[in-house]
Nanobody, 124 residues
Framework: QVQLVESGGGLVQAGGSLRLSCAAS????????MGWFRQAPGKEREFVAA????????YYADSVKGRFTISRDNAKNTVYLQMKSLKPEDTAVYYC?????????????????WGQGTQVTVSS
């Protein structure tokens, strides 16, 4: 069982930065692929980024590539999403999630555990 708690969301102007954190419970954190997803009002939940259990591999949605960076600290059971050059279209609730393996990374149904989400609002 993995429990996830996100933090770090807020209101930021376009062009600004935010860092989201996701703290995980449980002793198996380092064995899980971790992902970030987001959901804007009236839209489907979409994949943002993923990182392997060791942290050696990362994968990004095209819409955030070059602006967002996913990282993890297995000693602290925490995964991060550094977001730069934010745009109004990045406004959404951001969720972290855990998956058992490094495959189907963009598929939300591949992830077994989810946090409650944190709101990110980017003003123009």
């Amino acid at each position: 069982q993995v429990q996830l708690v996100e933090s770090g969301g807020g209101l930021v102007q376009a062009g600004g930065s935010l860092r989201l954190s996701c703290a995980a419970s449980g002793r198996t954190f380092s064995s899980h692929t971790m992902g970030w997803f987001r959901q804007a009002p009236g839209k489907e939940r979409e994949f943002v980024a993923a990182i392997s259990g060791s942290g050696d591999s990362t994968y990004y949605a095209d819409s955030v590539k070059g602006r967002f960076t996913i990282s993890r600290d297995n000693a602290k059971n925490t995964v991060y999403l550094q977001m730069k050059s934010l745009k109004p279209e990045d406004t959404a609730v951001y969720y972290c999630a855990a998956a058992a393996g490094w495959y189907n990374l963009g598929n939300r149904y591949n992830y077994n555990y989810w946090g409650q989400g944190t709101q990110v609002t980017v003003s123009s």
